[in-house]
T-cell receptor, first 114, second 113 residues
Framework: DAGVIQSPRHEVTEMGQEVTLRCKPISGHNSLFWYRQTMMRGLELLIYFNNNVPIDDSGMPEDRFSAKMPNASFSTLKIQPSEPRDSAVYFC????????????FGPGTRLTVT | AQSVTQLGSHVSVSEGALVLLRCNYSSSVPPYLFWYVQYPNQGLQLLLKYTTGATLVKGINGFEAEFKKSETSFHLTKPSAHMSDAAEYFCAVRTGGGNKLTFGTGTQLKVEL
């Protein structure tokens, strides 16, 4: 079975540019989570969706960040404009119906903003 | 609010020795507890979980953890370390009505020959 798929795996961009990270959850899973991991702050939940609907976006750092889930098999996390402090590894995770606490992580996107 | 504390950001053991990674939790409700492992340049992988029932939980790769309510602990153990166990390990607790996890700060496990 395919796991959570994220693209790109690595992204290097200049400050001020728009960045879009993509995620395909495991088929049949109905919850999707976006996390950010840095050395300083550890693993932080940014936003999560249930049945394609955003449920909690309290972890989104500021208005420069936005996330969408247009259908059950695709989600995006967009940063516009990007800043050097956004450099981190961004993970997407999905979980099955009734067990949303059991999360399956993708390989992550390493973002570097120069 | 629910939270977890991992004692020791770095743990080093010899190959074949006991692995013990410590996790204490704080929760106002019966907790659901998890251990995840992260290998270099990879995402987190679920090792094991405790929800209800038996307090000794067995996971993948020979790891197990015991839920001890009296000690508010959920320590991860493995009888004999292998070089392939070198990774970062995260303890987590379910929060926010059941859909969210709060992760600890992680423990980097080093296995030496």
């Amino acid at each position: 079975d395919a796991g959570v798929i994220q693209s790109p795996r690595h992204e290097v961009t200049e400050m001020g540019q728009e960045v879009t990270l993509r995620c395909k959850p495991i088929s049949g899973h109905n919850s999707l989570f976006w996390y950010r991991q840095t050395m300083m702050r550890g693993l932080e939940l940014l936003i999560y969706f249930n049945n394609n609907v955003p449920i909690d976006d309290s972890g989104m750092p500021e208005d420069r960040f936005s996330a969408k889930m247009p259908n059950a098999s695709f989600s995006t996390l967009k940063i516009q404009p990007s800043e050097p402090r956004d450099s981190a590894v961004y993970f997407c995770a999905s979980s099955p119906q009734g067990r949303s606490y059991e999360q399956y992580f993708g390989p992550g996107t390493r973002l570097t903003v120069t | 609010a629910q939270s977890v504390t991992q004692l020791g950001s770095h743990v080093s053991v010899s190959e074949g020795a006991l692995v013990l990674l410590r996790c204490n939790y704080s929760s106002s409700v019966p907790p659901y507890l998890f251990w995840y492992v992260q290998y270099p340049n990879q995402g987190l992988q679920l090792l094991l979980k405790y929800t209800t029932g038996a307090t000794l939980v067995k996971g993948i790769n020979g790891f197990e953890a015991e839920f001890k309510k009296s000690e508010t602990s959920f320590h991860l153990t493995k009888p004999s370390a292998h070089m392939s166990d070198a990774a970062e390990y995260f303890c987590a607790v379910r929060t926010g009505g059941g859909n969210k996890l709060t992760f600890g700060t992680g423990t980097q496990l080093k296995v030496e020959l």
